[in-house]
């Protein structure tokens, strides 16, 4: 055999290598070398402020939690291309009715009060979408305001002191051994999120709805059932954050959550969510919330103030945006 067709293994693996690279989706990655080199950059520039302390570390799994509980139950509705702006308005509502029933008749009823928040606000999200073919876009930002109006109405803007220190342990405040209650939450959380989105009928239908309404109703699922109910896990994992602020800050207010649509938002799609559908990362969905949560933390200990702070979390959701996988 002439040298000219003898085929070498140093000559095929740079052309091997090379089409790996080309057909590498590097945007499914992204969000872990950006995790990687924020910290790097932090852990250089905030090293004499604390950044590295063990207990700071732990701080920012406890202050992104609520909103990678968010964020999971936001990953199915994006998931399936549509959109829930109510989650924050739910997660208020949600704290103030379970403060007030707690207050009144006791632990379980406050609790069961707390999740009805949101499977009814889910439920009317999603029969207004799936029945009526509203944008999920138009009927989550009424249902925002909505929620919101109703939690500030019924309070008079008064918080609700929450004196059940068993609920208050269970739900925010307490640890489980040496880990923080409210990491175990979003831990459980994660977890179930990410086997239920990939090893379940469910969660591929769930996919399948999102990438291509029309094929998936040719192959037999009903996108209309599918629709309600990824909008119905959304208001009742909303409520169950709602809870968890309840719980850490040991009363139920109309503020809490506001706002926490855009950041849940923001770890979904930084995480590797299509925005458009089709494609849902739970494991992407933590590790954005973690990077919010990071962003955040740095700020403030490299002494920015909360104006600057709003500022850069818009570049971010811009950012999120801007590497949203395509189809």
């Given amino acids: 055999m002439s040298k000219a067709n003898t085929i070498t293994p140093s000559g095929t693996a740079p052309r091997n290598f090379g089409t790996m690279l080309k057909d590498l989706d590097w945007r499914r990655y992204v969000i872990y070398i950006g995790f990687v080199v924020v910290f790097l950059f932090f852990a250089v520039l905030l090293r004499d402020q604390g950044f590295l302390s063990p207990q700071n570390l ?35 509502l949600s704290s103030v009715c379970t403060a007030m029933a707690l207050s009144q008749w006791g632990l379980i009823p406050g609790i069961l009060a707390g999740l009805a928040v ?10 207004l979408v799936s029945l009526l073919g509203i944008p999920s876009f138009l009927v989550t930002l009424g249902m925002l305001g909505i929620a919101a109006g109703v939690a500030q109405w019924i309070t008079a803007s008064a918080p609700q002191p929450i004196l059940n220190d068993t609920f208050n342990m269970l739900f925010g405040s307490g640890d489980f051994g040496p880990i923080p209650g409210l990491v175990v939450w979003s831990a459980v959380f994660v977890a179930i999120g990410a086997v239920v989105l990939n090893r379940t009928r469910f969660g591929r239908q769930v996919l399948a709805t999102g990438g291509n309404r029309n094929a998936a109703e040719f192959t037999g699922i009903n996108t ?26 040991q009363s139920g207010r109309f503020q809490w959550g506001a706002g926490d649509e855009l950041s849940a938002i923001a770890a979904v799609i930084l995480g590797g969510t299509s925005l458009f559908g089709g494609f849902g990362s739970i494991i992407g969905t933590l590790f954005g919330a973690l990077l919010i949560g990071l962003i955040n933390n740095g700020l403030i200990l490299a002494g920015l103030d909360s104006s600057q702070q709003q500022v850069v979390r818009g570049a971010i959701i811009i950012l999120a945006v801007a590497l949203a996988r395509k189809k």
């Fill in 58 to 92: 732990l701080n920012i799994f406890r202050q992104t939690a609520t909103i990678t509980v968010i964020a999971v139950g936001m990953t199915y509705v994006i998931s399936c291309a549509e959109i829930d702006l109510s989650v924050g308005s739910v997660a208020g």
């Fill in 118 to 127: 949101g499977l009814v606000v889910g439920s009317i999200n999603g029969a």
């Fill in 224 to 249: 209309k059932r599918i629709k309600f109910q990824v909008l119905l896990i959304s208001g009742a994992v909303a409520s169950v954050a709602g809870m968890l602020y309840a719980g850490r800050l």
